[in-house]
């Protein structure tokens, strides 16, 4: 059994990596695989093209886990 010391709803903030320093509450947690999806942490942009005709294609922003042993709880 996995555990993480991060729980769903709690606010944290990142200690390394791109997003150093930002804070933000946890939205999401995967004991399984040691990550976190924190809100407005981690976003990145996916180019979706037209799957029809006459649709355009556009940019869309994804959130993405990042690994638990990067974030602390804030206090």
């Known amino acids: ?12 903030v990142v200690l390394s990596g ?7 509450k946890v939205v999401k947690a995967f004991p399984k695989t040691g990550m976190v999806l924190v ?8 180019h979706q093209k037209a799957r029809r005709e006459g649709q355009q294609g556009q940019i869309v922003d994804k959130h993405h886990p990042i690994n638990a042993s990067k974030v602390a709880k804030k206090k």
């Open 1 to 12: 059994m996995n555990t993480l010391h991060i729980k769903k709803g709690d606010n944290v």
């Open 18 to 24: 791109n997003e150093k320093g930002k804070s933000g």
């Open 39 to 46: 809100e407005g942490v981690g976003m990145r942009k996916k």
